[in-house]
């Protein structure tokens, strides 16, 4: 090979690996932000399980109340 074509070739192959080196950066930059998606939505999804204890004993009281007030109005069997 002369000089002139294996510059060609370091050429080609700089100009391949900045290409690649350019391309890695956009999928870090990529991968941190679908990371913190991803926290954001473990996050949510953990503030939703906590509360949902609470959300069961507000339906159970209100099942309760509806209970109650069926039975007052005599729109159920008195239960035993």
């Known amino acids: 090979m002369t000089a002139m074509a294996d510059n060609h070739a370091e050429n080609l192959v700089l100009t391949i690996l900045k290409d690649l080196q350019a391309r890695m ?41 509806l209970e109650h007030i069926e039975r007052r109005l005599e729109l159920r069997n008195a239960e035993p």
């Open 25 to 65: 950066g956009r999928l870090d930059e990529r991968m941190a932000n679908l990371e913190l998606r991803m926290t954001a939505q473990e996050q949510h999804l953990g503030t939703l399980v906590l509360s949902l204890p609470s959300i069961h004993d507000r339906v159970d009281a209100l099942t309760r109340r």
